[in-house]
């Protein structure tokens, strides 16, 4: 089955710098990669998502980009805020997010003002 | 639209009991998919709904189950309750078109603990 990791687990950064967050995933099937952001005590939410055929893909400060050959993935944050600060997780999933998503173990980002 | 809603939002239970979960999707949804989620392990796949079949499932034991109504609203049963069962329990919703991207949308989870 898929196997999605996550890098690094906790990440710590200047309000107003960049912020990086790497994803790998096993299965070359995999075709839909969702971030998800979760705040203390809330149920995820997602922010982006990026499908297999689309290499980068940006909502104002986020982006994500795709390396099908490599299998991997990130999140890219830019101009940090606090309320940025939240847990992110990413997926992956085979069948356009349809059925079953598999998650990263997440990392913690924390804004420093 | 109204989003995800899950209910109870809270249970405690003892173990050896079992407990029942419900999970109304947005509507016009017809995928619903549970995980767990622990700080241990994660978020992990539990099993999907569509139309009212079992349509995916992931490495959990037998005691977990689950079904899906005409109505789409889904529920999951833990039978025989553990320590380690004790997690958040999300629930999530797509639209679910074949051969399209389909978003999941998370409610806000059932917090379980065992004791």
């Known amino acids: 089955g898929e196997n999605v990791e996550q890098h690094p687990s906790t990440l710590s950064v200047q309000e107003g710098d960049s912020a990086v967050i790497k994803c790998t995933y096993s299965?070359?099937?995999?075709?839909?990669f969702p971030w998800y952001k979760q705040e203390l005590g809330k149920r995820p939410q997602l922010i982006i998502d990026i499908r297999s055929n689309v290499g980068e893909k940006k909502d104002q400060r986020i982006a994500v980009t795709l390396n099908k050959t490599a299998k991997h993935f990130s999140l890219h944050i830019t101009e940090t805020q606090p309320e940025d600060s939240a847990v992110y997780f990413c997926?992956?999933?085979?069948?356009?997010?349809?059925?079953?998503?598999?998650f990263g173990t997440g990392t913690r980002l924390t804004i420093i003002p | 639209k109204a989003g995800v809603t899950q209910t109870p939002r809270y249970l405690i239970k003892t173990r050896g009991q079992q407990v029942t979960l419900s999970c109304s999707p947005i509507s016009g949804h017809r995928s619903v998919s549970w995980y767990q989620q622990t700080p241990g392990q994660g978020l992990q796949f539990l099993f999907e709904y569509f139309s009212e079949t079992q349509r995916n499932k992931g490495n959990f034991p037998g005691r977990f189950s689950g079904r899906q109504f005409s109505n789409s609203r889904s529920e999951m049963n833990v039978s025989t309750l553990e320590l380690g069962d004790s997690a958040l329990y999300l629930c999530?919703?797509?639209?679910?078109?074949?051969?399209?991207?389909?978003?999941?949308?998370f409610g806000p989870g059932t917090r379980l603990t065992v004791l």
């Open positions: 299965d070359s099937a995999s075709n839909y």
């Open positions: 999530a919703s797509s639209p679910n078109g074949v051969g399209y991207t389909d978003t999941q949308y």
């Open positions: 997926a992956a999933s085979n069948n356009f997010g349809n059925e079953k998503l598999t």
